[in-house]
């Protein structure tokens, strides 16, 4: 009767993971977002079922994106047959797959409209003041509630980075940032005096909170993002004069301080040490290059293969193109560029068009794009429930209506 709170449902859960031991392992699940997920889909089922199943009208006719996303799940439940991490591959399609796709077909049939993105904006901005509160008082504390690994990583470093109720501190960065692009969003197209302060002091927190995580991955996936409402806002031409100018500004950092930014060390040091382990995943693709090792395998055959530790195995896997093709072959590969493509091309489409613009699609686009970036430098694309509701909520908005920003 009311599927808008599904989608507020799903915004207010999407990033609370619980750890949960298994086999002396802990898994970080999505168990508050798989109870919402349950009851839309009980929601949705139970009507029909009791009116006989009568066919229901499509929503919108079913496009390339919905395909390849089908594809691209199908593909890596046939590719875990041959893994040698079978449990491993199991483990991501029951509890990250098969969940955030029936997400995605739920939140996809919501009529949704840009008064419901505002209202999950809302929520999600208030969680994320929250997680920002919690990030300040472990700085302040020099105290982490979660992820001994990076407990572990901070009493070594010179400085310290938090992640707040995130397990990662990349991944806590990555919310920050889709939450800040939407606020951006709103922040360039009102003309409401009180919106537009609102909006600055949420983003002064916000990146106060980022600041803290010192998240590479995430301050550039920010600033693609920022481009991205750019050039919707101002035009292509101005956006690319504005990024030009931030790139001289980068050469002349680079060339007035070159230990700054990492250029007197190796690439490997300069990297965190990414380039040696990015080099090793290519290596598993050519020894591998048409099948690839299987689902789920890459940590494992890492670790086989450079004879590394777990933990560098599993930062290995933290560049998503480079652990699909190790993992899936060429073919995986080809469909994961598909997918970003065609899925970025549906959020975008109609959006140069004052016409089709609205706030909300603006937001949505840069975001996701935000996150394809991210997963360059980082982890958890299709395994990541933001980057299913991102996807629905942009196709929502495209065949929705707009009742007011």
Not at 273 to 283: D, F, K, N, P
Request: with cysteine; glycine share 10%.
């Amino acid at each position: 009767r009311r599927p808008a709170l599904l989608a507020l449902g799903a915004a207010a859960t999407l990033p609370f993971r619980i750890p949960i031991e298994s086999g002396g392992d802990t898994a970080n699940l999505l168990v508050p977002l798989y109870l919402v997920i349950g009851a839309g889909a009980l929601a949705y089922a139970v009507p029909r079922l009791r009116d006989g199943g009568a066919p229901e009208a499509p929503v919108r006719e079913r496009g390339w994106l919905e395909w390849l996303l089908a594809g691209a799940l199908v593909l890596y439940a046939a590719q875990a047959a041959y893994s040698s991490d079978f449990d491993r591959a199991l483990a991501q399609v029951v509890f990250f797959y098969v969940p955030f796709a029936l997400l995605f077909a739920l939140l996809v049939r919501i009529r949704w409209s840009t008064r419901l993105a505002g209202w999950c904006l809302a929520v999600m901005v208030a969680l994320a003041a929250v997680f920002v509160g919690i990030g300040f008082w472990e700085y302040e504390q020099r105290q982490l509630l979660l992820n001994p690994r990076v407990i572990s990583s901070n009493q070594f470093e010179s400085y310290f980075r938090v992640n707040s109720l995130f397990f990662d501190p990349n991944i806590y960065g990555r919310f920050l940032v889709v939450v800040m692009l939407g606020i951006v969003a709103l922040l360039l197209w009102s003309r409401r005096a009180g919106t537009v302060a609102g909006c600055v002091l949420a983003l002064v927190l916000l990146w106060a909170g980022l600041v803290l995580t010192l998240s590479q991955s995430s301050f550039t996936a920010l600033l693609v993002g920022l481009a991205v409402l750019g050039a919707l806002r101002w035009g292509l031409r101005r956006a690319a004069a504005a990024a030009a100018a931030f790139a001289v500004a980068g050469v002349v950092v680079v060339l007035a301080a070159p230990g700054a930014v990492g250029l007197d060390q190796s690439a490997d040091a300069a990297t965190s040490g990414r380039s040696e382990l990015v080099t090793g995943g290519i290596e598993l693709f050519t020894d591998r290059p048409v099948q690839g090792w299987g689902a789920g395998a890459f940590r494992r055959e890492y670790r086989r293969q450079e004879k590394a530790s777990s933990a560098r195995a599993a930062a290995a896997s933290h560049t998503i193109p480079v652990t699909v093709a190790a993992e899936q072959g060429a073919g995986g590969l080809l469909l994961y560029l598909a997918l970003a493509f065609v899925a970025i091309a549906t959020l975008a489409a109609g959006l140069r068009s004052r016409a089709h613009r609205s706030v909300a699609r603006a937001g949505v686009a840069a975001g996701f794009v935000a996150v394809v970036v991210h997963t360059l430098l980082y982890a958890a694309f299709l395994e990541d429930p933001l980057t299913w509701a991102l996807l629905a909520a942009g196709v929502g908005l495209a065949g929705g209506t707009d009742d007011g920003a």
